[in-house]
């Protein structure tokens, strides 16, 4: 009977050494106002908030590594125990990840210049008459994918938000995909002009929210901690704070 509780004790022990050895990775990109990461300074905004006090949460201290968004993601399809931000939860995505808590919805919009008269777009399918920039592997492009308009000859992949604005006021396409606080913060940190812009389709918020994941091959009890310090959080703290 020694033996056996003996034996259960040394299990438990490893059990509770590994859980606790466990380490993870934390990657993002740069997407203001979520995450805005600027040269020589801790990366901040109101999504990075929300990962940190989740983090406290589960007494976990990793750095969070800001990389272009193909990257970012490419890490946590490949790797296990990587946490990455922020990310749209869409169909193809789905089983791709385990999905720790909800962030925000996404009010994304189809811009072109003024000048441009030309474009007219009622429906998302009228967007393949034209050239468009997006970011390789966001959810602006899985979003193209999913609707058979990756098969446009005019569409462009791009490392960064940033250069698709750019690409947009050169007038080497005619489209790009972003939010109002996208749009805004890399106007005003440039000469462009946002009076230039109009929009020309707004999509439903509802087909983008942004998330907190997991990679698909994370423990589950890591999994699990970090689904309930999300909700801990959610309910008790002022996420925006």
């Known amino acids: 009977m020694r033996n056996k509780l003996f034996v259960l004790s ?22 203001p106002p979520f995450q805005i990461s600027e040269q020589n300074r801790p990366v901040k905004g109101v999504a990075v908030r929300l990962v940190k006090k989740i983090m406290a949460e589960v007494n976990f201290n990793a ?23 922020s990310i749209a939860r869409t169909k193809d995505r789905e089983k791709l990840f385990h ?46 994918k999913q609707n ?9 992949l791009t490392t960064t938000n ?32 946002y009076e230039l812009l109009k929009k020309v389709f707004t999509f439903n918020p509802n087909e983008f929210q942004l998330y ?3 990679s698909k091959s994370t423990s589950p009890l890591l999994v699990q901690r970090f689904k309930a310090a999300f909700e801990k959080i959610q309910n008790h703290v002022d996420i925006n704070k």
Not at 111 to 135: G, M
Not at 172 to 187: G, N, Y
């Open 148 to 156: 058979n308009l990756d098969k446009n000859l005019d569409l462009y």
């Open 162 to 193: 940033k250069q698709n604005i750019e690409m947009l006021f050169s007038k080497r396409i005619d489209l790009i995909i972003a939010t109002d606080a996208m749009i805004k913060t890399h106007v005003e940190s440039s000469d462009l002009q």
């Open 63 to 85: 750095p969070i590594e800001v990389y272009p968004w193909a990257r970012a993601y490419k890490v946590a399809l490949e790797q296990p125990n990587v946490l990455i931000f």
């Open 212 to 214: 907190i994941a997991m």
């Open 10 to 31: 040394i299990t438990l022990f490893s059990f509770n050494v590994t859980t606790n050895a466990e380490s993870i990775r934390v990657v993002t990109e740069h997407f």
């Open 99 to 144: 999905w720790i808590g909800s962030i925000s919805p996404l009010k994304g919009h189809i811009w072109t210049l003024k000048e441009h008269s030309h474009v007219k777009i009622d429906t998302i399918d009228d967007a393949n008459q034209y050239s468009i920039a997006v970011t390789r592997e966001d959810s602006t492009h899985h979003y193209l």
